[in-house]
């Protein structure tokens, strides 16, 4: 009986973690990213005796004191650890108090001396958002990653326990690798260190001296744009100094910072020139931002510009910044802006009142509040969408509340899209076909002016005469769509949004199927009802379909694909969360398309990824009908 009920603890114990060898720990530093280190360390079973933190700031406790607070765990705030190069008997007597048997280092700021290091039996570790030995963006490597390692008496030099890396993709930069990689698998990465250690199988891989840079504390005077350099050092420079300390220019007098670096593959558009101190060109104010050039010829853009006073603008508004009035507000928007301001308040809890003065970022807000603050307002707020850019935009509380009241309105907007429609009289109902191609946002006729007709297949009469777009009309179109896909909105946003924009086209499809199904049937010759059902109906089943995989999908490299296995009908098995069958694979199994039937959709998914080798089978199709949808 008691053999049975020793198995039985075993068997309820080991669902979770409590037979794994577990340690005392000491954790040092600060931040968000401590914070979340902390938590799951004591999730897997591991015992935090002291968290070694900064003092509050303004008034407001660092992320990882809270949690430690909330937690009963000791928490110690020392300013600092020595005077003079010695340690403070004070500062040592309190760490030797909490008996660590190894100190992990999430994100420490502070300088800790090795007599505190040294001191556990264990040691300490290091998390570093780097490669070691090479440390830095800048010098426009194509893999990033972190390193966790043993401290030693060098700056960053200790031995290697474990290393994970990811692809860099062209214009990421600092933050946008730490929120989607740098971060979340760091967090797991220190968690595995620590049982690694635990476990008596972590290993000290010593760095190697080939390949090491070094690279000093990142201030604002060093990270000036050195601009005698090829367009893409310049596009490095700026990425990986984005967002902090922010890669500057001197610009009328004053101080601007660049954020949002992309390389320019296409023309360089159309814009104002403006003046930068140190650059050989003036740079060129567009209605998408401002482009920059290199001493190589080649050119490079960027998006949103900061000035000496914090506020953030689009760098295609740099000539138009102060032209904006200020708009009463509504009973409703009032309502509005008071939960937004509840909103503020819980988060700078440090901040006694919120008023329209209140600057979020002095008021001690960092990056992940930032993040916060959008998910919040999406919450609270009827699912209204903003993007972290429009905190960076209005960081006064004021000034935020006018831009979200603008959102709201739909005034910081984009113009109308002006479209020229031939009008039909067919199926009881009038139906608007456009007849321009449409390249970066807009209808326009072709380059060169040339159209052709496109024939009614049941009676061969002519419907329209469409623009017959020429191979440079093909070039302007893939350039754009390269942009928009790599900097564009959607990139910007997160998943779950792209699914909810998705399904919203899949439901103004559904509302307006019988106008698309008669424009199918004019124009391809198909029987009304096989467009209305098949045609059109099988789109917006498409379209649903993959909206529904948007957040559950989470990683798809470059010349990789996600395979879906299929039962002997050929339709999807799929048993990931959300699956549903997908109408575009109700074609009989084994069954090829040639390359007549794919041609079209083929093309639009080449388009869409913008890459090389896309642009070259597009300019291989030679002259191409504008594709036209109302």
């Not at 999730?43 to 607070?69: C, N, Q, S, Y």
């Not at 490079?300 to 200020?326: C, H, W």
């Not at 960076?392 to 429609?421: C, P, S």
Request: aromatic share 8%.
């Amino acid at each position: 009986m008691l053999w049975r009920g020793s198995q039985a603890l075993r068997h309820f114990s080991t669902g979770r973690v409590y037979f794994k060898n577990k340690l005392k720990l000491a954790l040092i530093g600060q931040s968000l990213f401590g914070q979340e280190v902390y938590s799951h360390l004591l999730k897997e079973g591991h015992r935090v005796v002291g968290v070694f933190t900064v003092p509050d700031k303004d008034g407001k406790a660092d992320p990882l004191a809270l949690a430690a607070e909330k937690d009963g765990t000791p928490v110690f705030k020392f300013p600092r650890w020595r005077v003079k190069g010695k340690t403070i008997k004070e500062v040592a007597e309190a760490y030797q108090s909490v008996g660590a048997e190894l100190n992990v280092l999430p994100f420490c700021t502070q300088f800790i001396p090795m007599d505190i290091i040294d001191s556990p039996e264990h040691g300490s570790i290091i998390y570093h958002p780097s490669l070691l030995p090479r440390q830095t963006l800048i010098m426009g490597d194509k893999k990033a990653g972190f390193s966790v390692f043993w401290a030693d008496d060098g700056l960053d030099t200790g031995p290697i326990l474990l290393q994970r890396s990811c692809d860099v993709k062209p214009n990421d930069t600092v933050d946008s690798l730490y929120n989607r990689f740098l971060f979340p698998e760091g967090i797991k990465a220190m968690v595995e260190a620590v049982q690694l250690i635990a476990d008596g199988k972590a290993p000290r891989t010593p760095q190697p001296e080939e390949g090491a840079t070094y690279e000093g504390i990142q201030k604002k005077e060093n990270a000036e744009i050195p601009w005698d350099q090829p367009a893409e050092v310049l596009h490095n420079w700026i990425r990986g100094h984005d967002k902090v300390p922010g890669a500057w220019a001197e610009i009328d007098g004053q101080m601007v910072t660049f954020y949002g670096s992309s390389l320019l593959t296409s023309s360089v558009p159309a814009g104002e020139p403006l003046d930068i101190r140190g650059a050989k060109k003036p740079g060129l104010v567009t209605k998408n931002g401002l482009v920059l050039f290199g001493n190589d010829g080649k050119a490079l853009m960027v998006r949103n510009l900061q000035f000496e006073d914090g506020k953030m603008i689009p760098a295609s508004q740099y000539f138009s910044s102060g032209e904006t009035s200020v708009v009463e507000l509504t009973a409703e928007e009032l309502k509005v802006a008071e939960t937004i301001k509840v909103i503020w308040a819980r988060i700078l809890s440090n901040v006694p009142v919120i008023e329209d003065s209140t600057d979020f970022f002095k008021s001690g807000a960092s990056s992940m509040d930032v993040a916060r603050l959008v998910e919040e307002i999406r919450q609270k707020c009827g699912g209204l969408q903003l993007q972290n850019e429009d905190v960076y935009m209005a960081r006064k509380f004021g000034d935020f509340i006018q831009k979200v009241v603008r959102r709201l309105r739909g005034e910081d907007q984009e113009a109308e899209l002006v479209v020229d429609y031939v009008s039909k009289e067919v199926n009881e109902m009038t139906v608007k076909m456009p007849y321009q191609c449409f390249i970066n946002g807009q209808f326009v006729d072709a380059e060169d002016g040339e159209t052709y007709a496109t024939i009614n297949p049941t009676d061969g009469t002519t419907l329209c005469r469409v623009s017959y777009a020429s191979l440079a009309d093909v070039d302007r179109a893939v350039a754009a769509a390269k942009d928009a896909f790599e900097n564009g909105e959607w990139g910007r946003m997160n998943a779950r949004d792209r699914g909810r924009l998705m399904y919203r086209l899949a439901d103004l499809m559904e509302e307006n199927q019988e106008e698309l199904a008669t424009i199918e049937a004019l124009d391809s010759g198909a029987v009304y009802t096989l467009a209305l059902k098949t045609h059109i109906g099988m789109s917006v089943q498409t379209f649903r379909y993959f909206a529904g995989w948007c957040d559950k999908i989470q990683c798809l490299r470059h010349h990789h694909s996600l395979e879906l296995p299929t039962n002997d009908a050929g339709l999807e098995e799929c048993s990931l969360p959300g699956s549903r069958q997908h109408p575009s694979t109700q074609a009989s199994a084994g069954h090829t398309l040639d390359s007549s039937e794919v041609c079209r959709a083929d093309g639009e998914s080449r388009l869409s990824e913008g890459g090389n080798q896309h642009h070259s089978w597009l300019r291989g199709c030679g002259r191409t009908a504008a594709l036209s949808a109302p």
